[in-house]
């Protein structure tokens, strides 16, 4: 039983790793597939590799309960014999020289622990000032009339996170800005609405954007990020005593909990969230990226609507 299990669990593990490597390639832009695959390729391979891994469980259950069921037949404890590595000897049965594998098993667990080391080592040594990101985004076009706008007052949120026909409408109904009037010049408005439109949802190849659009109904035409299907199902679980932190201070401060907001990458490693679980030892106030070509160099930043 525990021997045809774990064969049998070979192939479901191979596809599952070719699941991964194929949707980190499609969806995250990461690995040796990144940008080969479309979005929507990516997510097919994320729910393939979800059904996978749950296959993997169920494989890894009946391997343990083979293990179970053979050590009552023979009646041997198993899975001791296989923490130890020692078992008692049946008759007719010759002891193994188990010395040669010892030096192999140590020589792999050193191994182990030294890559392991290598490759987590930014989180042993990330500090409040300089928290780690495993991974940085292409970067994404900016403007500097953009950030001098929009970001007098907030977040200069990307372009990518809202469809064009969002952006065209806002800008145009610039005099009555959820109740305040921008006081935006002709000129201005045309060359903020030319960046918007260049690189909105539509036109810009991140995850983020990729699924705000697809799951947008195409009648809509949301005025907020947090009107939008995907941040709505991304974001319901969260209490509301997190959006009250002053940390935090509201769903509209993206860079309170993601380091790469202003950059629009939102990757899943850059996510923290302030007095959470996901955030560790580390004490979060607002970061901001220095620059998007130095990934690795962050400062504090202030919490845009509220100290400005």
């Known amino acids: 039983m525990a021997i045809s299990s774990l064969y049998y669990s070979t192939n479901p593990i191979h596809a599952r790793?070719?699941?991964?490597?194929?949707?980190?390639?499609?969806?995250?832009?990461?690995?040796?597939?990144?940008?080969?695959?479309?979005?929507?390729?990516?997510?097919?391979?994320?729910?393939?590799?979800?059904?996978?891994?749950?296959?993997?469980?169920?494989?890894?259950?009946?391997?343990?309960?083979?293990?179970?069921?053979?050590?009552?037949?023979?009646?041997?404890?198993?899975?001791?014999?296989?923490?130890?590595?020692?078992?008692?000897?049946?008759?007719?049965?010759?002891?193994?020289?188990?010395?040669?594998?010892?030096?192999?098993?140590?020589?792999?667990?050193?191994?182990?622990?030294?890559?392991?080391?290598?490759?987590?080592?930014?989180?042993?040594?990330?500090?409040?000032?300089?928290?780690?990101?495993?991974?940085?985004?292409?970067?994404?076009?900016?403007?500097?009339?953009?950030?001098?706008?929009?970001?007098?007052?907030?977040?200069?949120?990307?372009?990518?996170?809202?469809?064009?026909?969002?952006?065209?409408?806002?800008?145009?109904?610039?005099?009555?800005?959820?109740?305040?009037?921008?006081?935006?010049?002709?000129?201005?408005?045309?060359r903020l609405k030319g960046y918007a439109l260049r690189h909105a949802a539509e036109r810009t190849a991140t995850e983020a954007a990729w699924k705000i659009l697809h799951r947008l109904p195409a009648e809509s035409t949301p005025q907020r990020i947090t009107e939008t299907p995907y941040w709505k199902d991304k974001h319901g679980a969260i209490a509301d005593a997190v959006w009250r932190q002053p940390q935090v201070n509201g769903r509209y401060n993206c860079d309170a909990c993601h380091l790469d907001a202003e950059q629009g990458w939102f990757e899943d490693g850059a996510m923290r969230i302030p007095g959470g679980k996901t955030a560790g030892a580390i004490s979060l106030a607002p970061y901001r990226l220095i620059s998007s070509a130095a990934p690795g160099i962050h400062q504090q930043g202030s919490i845009p609507g509220v100290t400005r």
């Open 17 to 190: 790793r070719l699941g991964a490597i194929s949707g980190l390639g499609a969806e995250e832009r990461h690995g040796p597939l990144a940008g080969i695959l479309g979005f929507g390729a990516g997510h097919l391979f994320h729910s393939l590799h979800q059904g996978l891994a749950w296959s993997m469980l169920a494989l890894v259950l009946l391997h343990l309960a083979g293990v179970l069921v053979e050590s009552r037949l023979q009646r041997e404890n198993l899975p001791l014999a296989m923490i130890t590595g020692f078992k008692p000897l049946r008759e007719g049965e010759a002891a193994a020289d188990s010395r040669s594998r010892a030096g192999l098993a140590l020589l792999m667990a050193v191994a182990m622990l030294l890559f392991g080391a290598w490759w987590l080592q930014g989180y042993f040594t990330q500090t409040a000032e300089r928290p780690y990101l495993p991974f940085a985004g292409r970067a994404l076009a900016q403007d500097p009339l953009w950030q001098e706008e929009c970001g007098a007052c907030h977040l200069a949120y990307h372009p990518s996170l809202l469809p064009g026909r969002s952006w065209q409408r806002l800008l145009e109904n610039q005099a009555a800005h959820f109740g305040e009037d921008l006081v935006l010049d002709a000129d201005t408005v045309r």
